[in-house]
């Protein structure tokens, strides 16, 4: 069965081409393919969904086709790839086979684009599975519930560098004048984060429930902190305490400017992972297999303080990345 996710993307800085070469592939191949103008949006679908082949025109205004592969192997670096060409030049074009595109089409040729699209396919899903059957595989659920979730842990790799969260939590707000007990406390969360996109995936492709869901998420999230135990608490939470007292240093010498209000906030920091998980059917031995992303807080965050002075400016200072037993100092 054809997977209703796109597997392949195209793009073009002319919507009309990019949406009939779409059209094209999918009418002789049944293979779903995802047409993109703007590369941006394409990486952006690329970081959350596993694309196996990527059709990329060489000439585009904001970017070459080559550069763009390879912001794309930064992401998914298993991916293919078909160089389309109307303008490019020798040079391009051998740079194009050297940096690993499986090959170059004139746009002139655009008819034979499904057929070479489909080969490349073919190739890739048989080296996929190869690759697969070579891995150590972990099973997600223990014996007498195989039979009904037949499911594995075929691998789980870090995705990208770890990524600070936007939002922070105020561990000290004080304003000029006041004095108060600074007891900073951090909870770090041991459980992962499934992407709406990818539990969207794993419902559709799966055919899985949100309770199914759930308690793969607790399979994945104690293998990811056996594999990676450095970086996560064990526990379900870890909770850093520091007591002091605490008032706003006032400025020495004249009327300064002074602080009329401090805010430290923590951000927790995440790591991200690309998961791959089989599923093998019971009575014909087919394999399947899914790709997810899923994140997981570490046991580092972020620290910012933010001084809000009397003329009505703010100054925000860094204090720095550290593990959650670190005392955090404010700076004057």
Known sequence: ???????????????????????LIEAQTG?????FMNHQELLDFVSHVYVKIAILDQVMPEIRGTELFEEIRKI????????????????EVAKAMNSGFSLYLSKGDISLLPHKVL???????????????????????PFWKRFFSPYSLVSCTPYGPQRIAKEGEPILDIYEGEEKEWNSNLTIENRINIEERSEKKLETEFSVSTE??????????????????????????QNTSQRRTYRIPQPTGGAG????????????????????????????????????????????????QTDYLSDNTKKVIDLGIHGVSKLVNPRD
């Not at 902190?225 to 450095?230: D, E, I, P, V």
């Open 31 to 35: 293979l779903k393919v995802q047409p």
């Open 119 to 141: 080969e490349i396919y073919t190739e890739y899903e048989l080296s996929i599975s190869k690759d697969l059957r070579n891995k150590v595989k972990t099973e997600l659920f």
């Open 212 to 237: 199914w869901i759930k308690d793969l998420a607790a399979k994945i999230n104690s293998s990811i902190a056996t594999q990676f135990s450095k970086q996560f608490s064990l526990t379900t939470q």
């Open 257 to 304: 400017i002074s602080v009329s209000r401090r805010v430290i906030e923590q951000f927790p920091i995440f790591q991200y992972y690309h998961v791959v998980i089989q599923k093998v059917c019971r009575w014909c031995k087919q394999t399947k297999s899914i790709s997810i992303i899923v994140s997981k807080q570490t046991n580092r965050v972020k620290t910012q």
């Open 76 to 91: 998914n670096p298993n991916i293919k790839a078909i160089m389309l060409t109307g303008e490019a030049t020798k040079e």
């Open 1 to 23: 069965m054809k997977s209703i996710i796109p597997e392949i993307i195209v793009i073009d800085d002319a919507p009309d081409a990019a949406n009939d070469f779409a059209a």
